[in-house]
């Protein structure tokens, strides 16, 4: 009964989906989005030329993403993410907010001279973990690992391999490795990484370069000097802040914030959670370390919604069409 359910609404959501792009054609979603009112923060990730979700499900494609400005231009009112803090809202347009999470160099390569060339304010939060001596993100690397590594591997004395999924898994605890190390600090998650790294080839790691290298810091400054990026923190090596002792996640939020300030020789004040998830110490701390600006996911306690550093984000959906992203942009949920 629950596959049946499970069937039926995928198929469900297929043909709503299949309907709007019908309506779309026809010119009959025109007036919606001529009429939109309100405002909306959404988050993308990673950008690239094609295969776009051959490793996860946060990138986009160029072409696609290069659309998505064309449509915000033509449409709706983006603005930066000070304004969106300010309450500078136009009263005639539905009001977006562009950020991007993780920090990815695709991010420099291609999303920057868009930016520049559609003249779009966008905020990137960038992690500080090439100040740790990384050039990828432990969970990207994860990713990798999955996808290119051993079928099963050994570590601290457990094993793991991969399930049915494709997924790192404990054999005697049956959590994905992935799951356990979001528990972990960044110092098992890098000894994950230097026991794993010498069993993917170089050669590889290369060819998929742009689906994981880390701005580099002059990148990041290059970056910040156009006058439409405001750059935010997203934490020193993108742990899950509400995992991790507090003692640990003070340190990572105070240092990720001098990271980028020593950089940009000016004050960061938004930092995005890393995952969306925080807890009410996580807030304290960011607070206390000088954000002014709190962004996550969905708000996880009722008074969220009256703290006025906080703001929710909406994350781009890679699988739908433009015209179906920009509907549920404007309605906050999708099909």
């Given at each position: 009964m629950n596959k049946a359910k499970k069937i039926y609404s995928t198929l469900n959501q297929k043909w709503n989906y299949t309907r709007k792009d019908i309506d779309s054609?026809?010119?009959?979603?025109?007036?919606?989005?001529?009429?939109?009112?309100?405002?909306r923060?959404?988050?993308?990730?990673?950008?690239?030329?094609?295969d776009h979700t051959r490793f996860?499900?946060?990138?986009?494609?160029t072409r696609i993403f290069e659309k998505h400005l064309q449509f915000y231009k033509k449409y709706f009112h983006v603005i930066s993410l000070d304004d969106y803090y300010r309450g500078?809202?136009?009263q005639d347009r539905f009001n977006?907010?562009?950020t991007f999470d993780d920090g990815f160099a695709n991010n420099y390569k291609y999303v920057l001279p868009l930016m520049n060339k559609f003249q779009v304010p966008i905020a990137f939060f960038i992690t500080g973990i090439r100040n740790a001596g990384y050039d990828i993100l432990w969970n990207d690397f994860l990713v990798l690992a999955q996808k290119y590594g051993p079928k099963k591997f050994k570590f601290d004395g457990e094993e793991f391999f991969k399930n049915?999924?494709?997924?790192?898994?404990?054999?005697s605890r049956g959590r994905t490795l992935k799951d356990l190390s979001r528990e972990d600090c960044f110092e098992r998650?890098?000894?994950?990484?230097?026991?794993?790294?010498?069993?993917?080839?170089?050669?590889?790691?290369?060819?998929?370069?742009?689906?994981?290298?880390?701005?580099?810091?002059?990148?990041?400054?290059?970056?910040?000097?156009?006058?439409?990026?405001?750059?935010?923190?997203?934490?020193?090596?993108?742990?899950?802040l509400s995992k991790i002792p507090i003692?640990?996640?003070?340190?990572?939020?105070?240092?990720?914030?001098?990271?980028?300030?020593?950089?940009?020789?000016?004050?960061?004040s938004a930092i995005a959670f890393p995952y969306g998830s925080y807890s009410r110490d996580v807030l304290a701390e960011s607070k206390s370390a000088g954000f002014s600006q709190l962004l996550a996911t969905d708000f996880l306690f009722p008074e969220d919604y009256s703290d006025l550093t906080m703001r929710e984000r909406f994350i781009v959906n890679p699988y739908i069409s433009v015209n179906n992203q920009m509907l549920s942009t404007i309605n906050g949920r999708y099909c």
């Open positions: 054609i026809l010119g009959l979603n025109k007036g919606i989005f001529q009429q939109a009112r309100g405002s923060i959404v988050v993308y990730h990673g950008v690239c030329r094609s996860n499900s946060i990138f986009v494609r500078h809202f136009s977006i907010c562009i049915k999924y494709g997924f790192y898994a404990s054999m998650k890098a000894e994950i990484i230097r026991s794993l790294q010498p069993m993917i080839p170089a050669k590889i790691m290369d060819r998929e370069q742009e689906y994981w290298t880390q701005m580099t810091e002059q990148e990041i400054r290059f970056l910040s000097r156009s006058r439409f990026a405001t750059i935010g923190s997203h934490g020193h090596y993108h742990n899950d003692v640990r996640a003070r340190d990572e939020i105070v240092r990720s914030k001098h990271f980028l300030e020593d950089i940009l020789q000016k004050e960061v």
